[in-house]
């Protein structure tokens, strides 16, 4: 059972940046999952964000493409999500999610403000 906690959020200004990280409290490598980020806005439906294959596939949201980047650093058993370029509209709480053997998990979200 992960236990899924992102960090990283936080307020910054229209074209600034923010590195976001998800990691399982209890240190479980995330190599093995589809690790993606969806973010959601009150009001608004969850939206995904970005993906990342186990096999090092990745996807993005057709706003996320050019912006924002996902990766993994395998020895720290995180997957970040770089944000840079960041606009008003990208406010949201971000959840990261994990899948494998068709369980999922989700994070408890991290609040991101863009805001001048």
């Known amino acids: 059972q992960l236990h899924l906690v992102e960090s990283g959020g936080g307020l910054v200004q229209p074209g600034g940046s923010l590195r976001l990280s998800c990691a399982d409290s209890?240190?479980?490598?995330?190599?093995?999952?589809?690790v993606k980020w969806y973010r959601q806005s009150p009001g608004e439906q969850r939206e995904l964000v970005a993906g990342s294959g186990s096999g090092g596939s990745t996807d993005y949201a057709h706003f996320a493409r050019d912006r924002f980047t996902i990766s993994r650093d395998p020895a720290k058993k995180t997957v970040y999500l770089q944000m840079d370029n960041l606009k008003p509209e990208d406010t949201a709480t971000y959840y990261c999610?994990?899948?494998?053997?068709?369980?999922?998990?989700w994070g408890q979200g991290t609040q991101v403000t863009v805001s001048p």
């Open positions: 209890k240190a479980t490598s995330l190599s093995f999952y589809t």
């Open positions: 999610n994990a899948v494998l053997g068709g369980i999922t998990h």
